[in-house]
């Protein structure tokens, strides 16, 4: 199942057509840490995190993962977990950048990792470049972002082997 980023505006899966929004600064074939742009390629899809606390298990094929109060996402390129979930601890949260997974808006309530510089992970080539909720379709700092609706069905379609290509 391909899912195919179109237009920078719109995510297109079989006959299905959804607005989404990307990166500030658009796409890019040299992503960088920071610079709010969308890496542009073909790349698979992770797994779905969800907050149990606020929305329902989800209908999809792919792997789910609740989201707990302690859980986030390395950012910071010096340190070994970089782009990779981890467990959030005071000791740890002062000294490196990270992006909080169990956030007090609805944007994480669902979403996928997109397998982005995960494998071999290079430092400062960009993290967390998640699919993950919008309302208002304003531009990410770097993530497709698409309505929960949209979403939803989205889960309905996609499976494990799914590839998200954007160009």
Excluded at 43 to 65: C, E, H, Q, S
Excluded at 120 to 125: A, D, G, L, S
Excluded at 144 to 161: E, G, H, T, Y
Aim: hydrophobic share 35%; with cysteine.
């Amino acid at each position: 199942m391909l899912i195919n980023l179109k237009n920078k505006d719109t995510l297109i899966i079989d006959e299905f057509k959804f607005k989404c929004a990307i990166g500030k600064n658009g796409i890019t074939d040299h992503k960088i840490e920071g610079d709010k742009s969308t890496p542009r390629g073909k790349f698979k899809i992770g797994m779905l995190y969800y907050r149990a606390d606020k929305v329902a298990k989800p209908i999809t094929n792919i792997k789910t993962k609740i989201i707990k109060k302690k859980m986030g996402w390395c950012i910071d390129s010096n340190n070994k977990n970089y782009n990779k979930e981890f467990k959030i601890n005071e000791h740890m949260s002062k000294r490196i950048s990270y992006e909080k997974l169990f956030r007090k808006d609805y944007k994480y309530n669902y979403f996928i990792t997109i397998e982005y510089n995960t494998k071999k992970v290079v430092p400062n080539k960009g993290s967390a470049i998640f699919l993950h909720l919008t309302k208002n379709y304003r531009p990410t700092a770097g993530c497709v972002a698409i309505s929960q609706n949209d979403f939803l069905i989205l889960l309905k379609i996609i499976n494990k082997k799914s590839i998200i290509n954007i160009n």
